[in-house]
T-cell receptor
Framework: QQQVKQSPQSLIVQKGGISIINCAYE??????FPWYQQFPGKGPALLIAIRPDVSEKKEGRFTISFNKSAKQFSLHIMDSQPGDSATYFCAARGGDFGNEKLTFGTGTRLTIIP | DTAVSQTPKYLVTQMGNDKSIKCEQNLGHDTMYWYKQDSKKFLKIMFS???????INETVPNRFSPKSPDKAHLNLHINSLELGDSAVYFCASSPSLSSYNSPLHFGNGTRLTVT
């Protein structure tokens, strides 16, 4: 069964600190790993994504680290700001060609405190 | 201009009723989806449509029937509503089904409460 395990469930970080959210997967056929950010009352929005042939991708304060051998990937938010407070979902794409779908992790509620 | 819009935003109804949720996207995307987010925030795909054709039906009870009159619209009709159907339902679209860099664009959700 395709699964993506995400931790922690909730995270509190001081402003200016580094927020780290981890995900692990089982299916080695997954070929695309996005992170989505969701604010209350809104739908998730794509934040950053990585392919398994790359070990790290950075966009501004957001970095994905990818460890293919360990089947793990993580989101790092540098210099965390109160506006980063949201729920974050990792995801992995898999399935037969023409039948691909995203499997989401269980979400991490991030709170940045002043 | 809202890219993916869903109506209604809130839906409160009694068990046994039938209800519909409408979704429209103005992004010109080929693929549309319905996702269900439960009270624990878990997001699970229900259906995907590509150019009006059903692609994924993720073992959803047949009380749920999606309909795509054209590739810009994907509606969800639910018959005989049950308490366990209470959730937030998200419509989403993407440029295509199979290519990379084809991110999901979500609507703002419809919060369904069944009493």
């Amino acid at each position: 069964q395709q699964q993506v395990k995400q931790s922690p469930q909730s995270l509190i970080v001081q402003k200016g600190g580094i927020s780290i959210i981890n995900c692990a997967y089982e299916n080695t056929a997954f070929d695309y790993f996005p992170w989505y950010q969701q604010f209350p009352g809104k739908g998730p929005a794509l934040l950053i994504a990585i392919r398994p042939d790359v070990s790290e991708k950075k966009e501004g304060r957001f970095t994905i680290s990818f460890n293919k051998s360990a089947k793990q990937f993580s989101l790092h938010i540098m210099d965390s700001q109160p506006g980063d407070s949201a729920t974050y979902f990792c995801a992995a794409r898999g399935g037969d060609f023409g039948n691909e779908k995203l499997t989401f992790g269980t979400g991490t509620r991030l709170t940045i405190i002043p | 201009d809202t890219a993916v819009s869903q109506t209604p935003k809130y839906l409160v109804t009694q068990m046994g009723n039938d209800k519909s949720i409408k979704c429209e996207q103005n992004l010109g995307h080929d693929t549309m989806y319905w996702y269900k987010q439960d009270s624990k925030k878990f997001l699970k795909i229900m259906f995907s449509y590509n150019n009006k054709e059903l692609i994924i039906n993720e073992t959803v009870p047949n009380r749920f029937s999606p309909k795509s009159p054209d590739k810009a619209h994907l509606n969800l009709h639910i018959n005989s509503l049950e308490l366990g159907d209470s959730a937030v339902y998200f419509c989403a679209s993407s440029p295509s089904l199979s290519s990379y860099n084809s991110p999901l664009h979500f609507g703002n959700g419809t919060r369904l409460t069944v009493t």
